[in-house]
């Protein structure tokens, strides 16, 4: 056997050190850098939502109200009101805040024998209604069982259901619009009131209400089960009548993108428009990411179970327009304006549709990576103050009062999402 050659030795040795430490010290490495990545990124959003909510604290009237500086329509303190608090009530720094508020919203109702009854009239009392009362069924103060009950009554009396003369046949049946009386259905040909209209964004936040009033959903049941027809009625997912019918208007997937539109019937408010005609000659309108992070919302309060075709499809759309965080959709040239005027809606309600239907590890967007990316631009828009504005005015999300509080509930589930992500 030939002696082997000193050099050709120490050459082995080498590579072997070489394999060792790249299958076991650089992947620790690896680690231990995103560990610390992951740990100032969470530091980095802490200190933006402690600037957050110093700026909502100091923003609050003496009478434990928010009113804008900037919208007339949003200086009465209830429109206000409800957002700021729902943003403060989980945080430390902003509990005392969101107490004052409690106590100025406990007049809204007055008590009746053994009835609650709403004093005046509110602008978004769904809006109000949705924010409330998760606030309220946490409140250790001694009305708040009356207030969850008030206000659940008044989520129902809202609705479009049997009780306000709609029926499942109804192509509006099971939503809630924005309409501060019980929707009456017109007589045939008459017009439906554009505030009893229904749409996702007061369907999910009446939804929302109902749920923290009953977690279990019993006293519910009928209102969710026709909210879901509504719900899905707003959903760009038609089920086919036979496969060879599916097979003869091919053209139609296109429009079946899983995404979600706000509305029936409306190409001015559903914002990027209408999609074109399908083979059934029903008019489509586009999917956009607020519209679809409520509807995946929406369908999980329902009651929909996760695995379901709709939820995943909702789900999957949209992690496929996932920009980073920016308000997603294929709005056209005319009205591209519109797009980023519902950035920080929409960052809350992606926030609340991935957390409620998280994400699996070995997808793009997995292990918590649409939490960093969201929390990344939301802390880069973040104003010296603590504040955040839109540009775009025309959701009013140039109001700080409107943007801030959004921002900083969105932050709050990156946090969350973050701290429990492997």
Known sequence: MPPVCPYKAAMRVALLRLMVWLCFVVPCVSALAEDAIGEKQLARIERAIAAGTAYLVEQQEADGTWRSKTYGLLKD????????????????????????????????????????????????????????????????????????????????????????????????????????????????????????????????????????????????????????????????????????????????????????????????????????????????????????ADGLRALLLCGIERTEPRVIAARRWLLAHFEDGAHPGSYPSDRSSLKPSLDYYYAASVARALQAAPVPDDEPLGRGEWARRLSRLLISRQRDDGSWSNAAVDVREDDTLVATPLALRSLQICRDELRISP
């Open 77 to 292: 303190g209830t429109s206000l009101t409800p957002l700021a608090a729902w943003a403060l009530a989980t945080e430390d720094a902003g509990r005392a805040a969101c107490n004052r508020s409690v106590l100025w919203m406990s007049n809204w109702f007055i008590r009746e024998d053994r009835h609650t009854r709403l004093v005046g009239e509110l602008q978004y009392p769904i809006y109000a209604a949705g924010l409330c009362l998760p606030i309220w069924k946490r409140s250790l103060v001694e009305e708040a069982p009356a207030q969850v009950v008030a206000w659940t009554d008044r989520i129902r009396a809202l609705q479009l259901n049997e009780e306000n003369g709609w029926s499942p046949d109804d192509a509006r049946y099971g939503g809630w619009g924005y309409s501060c009386k019980p929707p009456q259905k017109p007589e045939p040909g008459a017009p439906l009131s554009p505030l009893d209209e229904p749409n996702l964004s007061a369907t999910v936040f009446a939804l929302e209400g109902l749920l923290a009033g009953d977690r279990e959903g019993r006293s519910i049941r009928a209102a969710r089960q026709a909210a879901v027809v509504f719900v899905s009625r707003c959903q760009n997912l038609r089920q086919p009548e036979s496969a060879q019918k599916l097979q003869s208007s091919s053209g139609d997937t296109k429009f079946n993108d899983g995404g979600f539109h706000f509305m029936l019937d409306d190409p001015v408010r559903n914002k990027p428009g209408a999609a074109g005609i399908d083979g059934r000659g029903e008019t489509r309108f586009v999917s956009y990411g607020s519209a679809t």
